[in-house]
RNA sequence: GUCCCUGUAGCUCAGUAGGAUAGAGCAGCCGCCUCCUAAGCGGCAGGUCGCAGGUUCGACUCCUGCCAGGGACGCCA
């Protein structure tokens, strides 16, 4: 439909440009607003406003001759120049329809497209380190960065999850000695418990099965318990892989799954970290100064320049980060995608500064970052803090178990990355009106029940004689409908290329909202087979959409409540 | 002090690469089940879009300054 009016338009302006009303060299991007108000019909342009200065016209003189100038078509009924120029735009009634045709045609592919052309993209979300479960946090990035990636994958790229953790710095060694002392059987109130020790009871179960010498199996990697309190070493690796374990199992509760783990350990065995460091030298962008090795990253934008190596010798975080980087431009990412907490905000400036000081030809704006603000959840109206798993925070497991995988994902991934969430878990688990996801899934269901009842009184839904009659859904809820059903592919795209999840969510309860009110005011099983079919069809055509919908969320779409 | 994010109805939030009279849900009030699932629908009421300037035919949207909240500013990750 936005296609057909763009191409009359664009004649329009041929023609024009022919009649020495519009300057040849004139170049227009036409613009298609869905409208607002059904006063001003189905489409609109604001071409004319665009148009009237270069053409030396009023406004609304420009629209009179651009719509005296439109080809004929049978898409539209007819067309109106209002407000200071605006050209509007009414859909023939079997013209809106055809949506219907089109989606029942394509099925689970209606809003899927080729615009990522194969093109490669990585996406690196969630990566906790195994030192303890999940939380809310890694909840909002594990939602927002798969909802992401499905985006992605819907409009045609070839998506790589990945999940970068760390299994050997301070914190793991932190994590082997808290493990040890609970082995040991100390608790975080006995004067020799190490210190900034990790308090959460988890830590006595991975201590239990250390010592009954258990065999732990994570995604990437498996390790069988030594037994032996006192080997540190021993007690670490079993712990990473007990943590890795752990957080696998909530991923997989939270149906995510991620194609490549990476572990910071490995570019410092591999030398890509020595590799680095020599490159930046190379380039001239290091100095030594009060025992450590800097880098100025104050030349690529960076406020202050960076330490690269310590004093001790060792690495600041950022190098290895740097190295992580230039790895996955180096397996062919050109476009990568970081999902962080905003906590992390202040890597962004410095990783892509030390990506530029390599010198190895990386754009300057790479990578690209999604950051999300806090979680703060509530029950009761409370702030929740603790639990009593981790210790500390909310796990991301205890949401789940407690108001379950739908609701989770939906309220974790429905909101702008960049405001801060409140996550209520008494309206998350409420099975009322109330609850924004039972919203969308009851409008699936919906159709889903008027089809067993159609099946059971025999009159099963006929195809052919739904395409014959679309221009009997001519009803203003009708309309409405197949307006919002005709913008999912756009949604799709826009939420993409935006990397904004959350406008699947919206577009999601619009369209439910838009279905129930139909549903109210729209008899579907009425005796007049035409129609009766045609109904159900516009049915289908939402139940389709709010399915492929759903699933780029990562959230059923159940037949029944 | 510097940088980033946010500020829209009593509450929680949308607002689609500036467009027409700023939307939805909840909370409040009034209605709708002899009828396809009432986990639903309709109506009423509720706003100087933080404040002040600027750009534009047009600004919630872009620019500048200020105010408020959050976050980051480590030889921690």
Redesign the pocket.
């Known amino acids: 439909m936005k296609e057909t009016i763009t191409s009359l338009l664009q004649s329009a302006i041929d023609a024009l440009k022919h009649q020495g009303v519009l300057p040849d060299d004139l170049t227009a991007t036409i613009k298609i607003?869905?409208?607002?108000?059904k006063?001003?019909?189905d489409y609109?342009t604001?071409l004319a406003?665009?148009l009237?200065?270069p053409a030396g016209l009023k406004?609304r003189e420009l629209a009179e001759k651009l719509t005296a100038a439109l080809p004929e078509s049978d898409a539209i009924a007819k067309t109106e120049i209002?407000?200071?120029g605006?050209i509007?735009f009414f859909a023939a009634a079997d013209a809106a329809a055809q949506i219907v045709a089109n989606i029942l045609d394509a099925g689970d592919a209606f809003g899927r497209s080729l615009v990522g052309q194969g093109e490669k993209v990585q996406v690196e979300f969630v990566s906790a380190?195994p030192t303890g479960p999940l939380h809310v946090g890694h909840g909002r990035g594990a939602a927002i960065g798969d909802c992401l990636c499905r985006l992605l994958e819907a409009t045609g790229f070839e998506v790589t999850r990945e999940f970068y953790y760390?299994d050997a710095?301070?914190?793991i060694q932190n994590l082997a000695r808290s493990v040890q002392a609970r082995a040991k059987g100390l608790g975080p109130d006995d004067a020799s418990w190490p210190e900034d020790g990790y308090r959460g009871d988890y830590i006595i179960d991975v201590a239990k099965d250390y010592l009954a010498g258990k065999t732990v199996t994570a995604d990437d990697r498996e390790v069988t318990a030594q037994g032996d309190a006192d080997d540190l070493d021993a007690i670490q690796a079993f712990a990473v892989a007990w943590l890795r374990r752990e957080q696998d199992l909530d991923l997989k509760a939270f149906g995510v799954a991620f194609d490549v783990y990476f572990l910071?350990s490995s570019l410092y065995e591999q030398g890509k970290v020595e590799d680095t460091v020599a490159r930046l030298t190379q380039n001239g962008h290091t100095y030594e100064?009060?025992?450590?090795m800097w880098l100025r990253t104050t030349d690529f934008g960076d406020?202050?320049d960076?330490?690269m190596r310590?004093?001790?010798g060792?690495?600041?975080?950022?190098l290895?980060d740097v190295a992580y980087h230039l790895d996955k431009w180096n397996r062919g990412f050109k476009t990568v995608i970081n999902e962080q907490g905003?906590?992390?905000?202040?890597?962004v400036t410095r990783v892509r500064a030390g990506l530029q000081a390599l010198e190895a030809g990386i754009p300057k704006g790479y990578p690209d970052y999604v950051?999300h603000?806090?979680v703060m959840v509530t029950r009761s109206g409370v702030e929740v803090k603790l639990s009593k798993r981790a210790g500390s925070y909310v796990t991301l497991r205890d949401l789940i178990d407690e108001v379950g995988r739908d609701a989770t994902r939906f309220f974790l991934a429905a909101?702008?990355a960049?405001?801060?969430?409140?996550f209520?878990i008494d309206l998350a688990r409420s099975?009322?009106?109330?609850?924004?996801v039972?919203?969308v899934q009851?409008a699936h269901?919906?159709v889903?029940?008027?089809l067993?009842?159609a099946e059971a009184e025999s009159r099963a839904f006929d195809y052919t004689q739904a395409l014959a009659n679309l221009a009997s859904l001519d009803s203003d809820q009708e309309k409405a409908v197949l307006n919002r059903l005709a913008?999912y592919p756009?949604?799709v795209e826009?939420a993409a290329r935006?990397r904004?999840p959350?406008?699947v969510a919206?577009y999601l309860?619009d369209l439910?909202?838009d279905f129930?009110?139909c549903?109210?005011?729209?008899?579907?099983?009425v005796d007049d087979d035409a129609l009766r079919n045609v109904r159900l069809a516009l049915g289908i055509a939402t139940r389709q959409v709010l399915r492929n919908g759903l699933d780029l969320m990562g959230v059923s779409a159940p037949?029944?409540?």
């Open positions: 607003d869905p409208t607002k108000d006063a001003h019909g609109a604001n406003l665009m009237a200065k406004p209002a407000g200071p605006f509007n380190n760390n710095g301070a914190q910071e100064d009060d025992g450590a406020d202050k960076r330490v310590k004093r001790d060792g690495y600041t975080y950022f290895p905003a906590d992390h905000h202040s890597t950051l603000q806090m909101r702008r960049d405001s801060q969430l409140t209520d099975q009322s009106n109330d609850n924004p039972y919203y009851y269901a919906r889903c029940s008027m067993r009842k913008r756009e949604v826009q935006s904004e959350q406008q919206q309860l439910a909202g129930h009110t549903y109210n005011a729209v008899k579907v099983m037949e029944e409540m």
